[in-house]
């Protein structure tokens, strides 16, 4: 059976790793690990995975905007989305104590997921690394002592390390979404309902009023419009569009066409379902 070779940011256990497994559950598949996003990017550009996968927002941490550029640089098309749990937990090997660490390895974005916790525990001292599954990777090939790991649970199984704190994040409510993405643009499913596209903002406040009673008239929800980091000043922009017919985003996007530049169309597809986050979303989804 041909594997599908996947390009994922992270080694095994990681939570990149989970999320191709379940954006292609029942196909055979290959996880090839990229040390960053940017090396990720390239390595399906240049066809050395047949696809790749990327975080592109936490509902904590919040949307990570230089993805988008990314996407925007490497001419890469979004197939579907997919929202995941992220259980974070300290795992150190076994023996250790919390008392008796003193510093703690993960991803940037994990650290800051769990900084409550963090703060709670001033004398432990925290260092990024690339990836939550490869810093406890690093803690059992190094034998490091005093040394810990945030990363999820399928890590301390994998790397036999000892959870000594578990669900640590600032909120049990804690998902990522990932993007599937390829190098050909996918064809447009029937379904979609979601649209991800990049553009340069209208110079003049009027256009972008333009623009938004257009997105209204067509009964279009602007769920994202943010300003991308841009090293050129450039004014880029990514918005988030999302409507009950494919064809609403079409004819949408051809009218605000001509109101902004370089418009360029990352994704036309299916809008995965998002976590409930509040008390309040899950009475609401119960009334529904």
Known sequence: MNRTRIAIQGGPASFHDAAAR?????????TVPCTTFRSLCASLQQAEVDIAVMAIENTLAGSLLPNYVLLQEHGLH???????PIDQNLMALPGQSIASLQTVLSHPVALAQCSGFLQQHPHLHPQETHDTADSAKLIQEQQL???AAIAGKAAAALYGLEILAAGIAESAHN???FLLLQREQ???PATANKAIL????????ATL????????????ELALLQHLPSSEERGDMVAELEAEHVEQLQEAIAQVRPLVEELQVLGLLQKAARPLTSASEKETAAIR
Not at 22 to 30: D, I, K, N
Not at 78 to 84: L, Q, R, Y
Not at 209 to 220: A, G
Request: aromatic letters at 4%.
């Open 209 to 220: 009023t333009l623009l938004l009673s257009l997105l209204q008239k067509h009964q279009v």
């Open 175 to 177: 998902h990522t979404r």
């Open 145 to 147: 002592q005093h040394t």
């Open 186 to 188: 996918p064809a447009i």
């Open 78 to 84: 979004i197939a579907a989305e997919h929202w995941m």
């Open 22 to 30: 379940q954006l292609l559950a029942g196909r055979s598949v290959e």
């Open 198 to 205: 990049t553009f340069r903002k209208p110079l003049h406040t």
